[in-house]
Structure formats: C-alpha cells, structure tokens
C-alpha cells in the first residue's frame, strides 16, 4: 500500500465491512436456529431440560465473546482441530447469539398473554399447535423490535474478529493504519462505515417498538371501551 490514503485503501475498508456483513448474517442465521431450541428448551415442561438450557445460557453470557474465539480459534487446534478464521469466528459468534437471542424469545414467548394459553387448550389442540399456531405468531411481534436491536450489537460485536485473523472492517482499519501510521483519519472512517451498517437496523428497531405499542395502546383502549359498555349494561 502506497503512504497516502487512495482508492485501494477506500476498496480494502469497503471489503472489511462486506466481510462484516457476512458475518453477522452467520452469527444472527446459526444463532438465531440454535437460539430457538434454547427458547423452547426454557418454557419446556421437562425440568431437566430447563435447567439444562438455563445451565447453557448463563454459561455462554458469563463468558466473554473474546474467551469464546480464543477457544474455538486456539483451543480446538491445539485439539488437532484446525478452524479457518471465519468458521471459528462464526461458530463463537453463533454461540454467543444463541444465548442471548434465545433469552430474548423466550421472554417474548411468555410475554404473551395466559389467556392465550388457556384459550388454545380449551379448543382442545395438541401442545405443539398451541405453541406453532396460536402462541409464536403473537410472539413474534412482541420479538421483532428487539430481535432486531439485538443485530446491531451483533454487527459491533465481530470486529473481536480481528484477534483470530479474520479480516473484517476493524481488522482491514488496523492493517491500513499500520501502513499508513494515520489512526484518527482510519478510525474515522472505520466508525462512519460501523455507523452506515449499525443506524438502518436501529432506525427500524425504533420504528418497530412505536408500532407494537401503537398496537397494544388500540387494544387495551379497545378493551376498555368493551367493559365500559358491559358496565353500563349491567
């Protein structure tokens, strides 16, 4: 790379944010799958099996993200086991997701009204078509605004990357700025790119949560105006 920064430097900072792209898309895919088994693993009826899933989250979201690379990076090597730096990073990130991601839906999830439940019982369907059919639809509009929130810190969360090899946007910012030996103009644009990826998603986050409680103020106002009317019958 030439002293001064060009076009390449510009193509190479732009690569790194594609790669950052690619990754969270990863991490949000396989951690949203497992992140699922987990939510469902929380609110099943076996105990053992909640304990189980409580055992696993509390484990992943007390150990840091950068403990977790180290370890599928590093530690599975010295196992024999030698990862490419993106499918380390992408199996750290996928655990990582899954934890939080399933803590997130399993609130959701309960966040859902017991009437609900009870409702979908009385019309004598099966567990599963309770859950598939009357209680995850609901869910997932109290779990878009935050499943959504969480992508942004999903995006920020893979330049820890970088400590693996893989070349994401902090990591093509740090090799350009090795080369360059300018930080605050590098990291500026490193920041203004983290910043073009990361504001779109919380934009929408912000949109979605004024439409669900735009949502929820209709219904109790609805359901309001019912006893209302019910009161002044009787």
């Given amino acids: 790379m030439n002293n001064e920064f ?39 009826r076996m105990r053992w099996l909640r304990w189980l899933s409580l055992g696993y989250v509390q484990l992943v979201q007390g150990t840091p993200l950068l403990i977790l690379m180290f370890l599928a990076y590093f530690g599975l090597s010295i196992m024999g ?6 499918v380390a990073a992408g199996i750290s990130m996928t655990i990582y997701v899954s934890a939080y991601i ?25 567990p599963s078509q309770r859950l598939f059919k009357v209680i995850l639809p609901q869910a997932l509009r109290i ?32 090799v350009i700025n090795n080369s360059l030996f300018e930080p605050f103009m590098v990291y500026m644009l490193v920041a203004g790119l983290y910043f073009l990826l990361c504001y779109p998603l919380s934009w929408w986050a912000r949109k979605l949560e004024d439409r669900l409680l735009v949502v929820r ?18």
């Fill in 6 to 44: 060009n076009i390449n430097h510009l193509q190479f900072l732009v690569q790194g944010a594609g790669w950052t792209v690619i990754l969270s898309l990863m991490a949000f895919a396989g951690g949203g799958l497992v992140g699922f088994g987990v939510a469902l693993a929380r609110i099943s």
């Fill in 81 to 86: 086991l030698s990862l490419p730096a993106i």
């Fill in 102 to 126: 399933g803590e997130i839906w399993r609130g959701c999830i309960e966040a859902v009204p017991k009437t609900q439940w009870e409702a979908a019982e009385c019309l004598a369907l099966t």
């Fill in 143 to 174: 779990a878009t605004p935050p499943t959504v929130g969480f992508m942004v810190q999903i995006v920020k969360n893979t330049s820890l990357a970088s400590v693996v090899g893989f070349v994401e946007l902090a990591r093509a910012g740090q």
């Fill in 217 to 234: 103020k209709s219904v109790a106002e609805t359901k309001k105006g019912i006893g209302d009317v019910q009161y002044c019958e009787s």
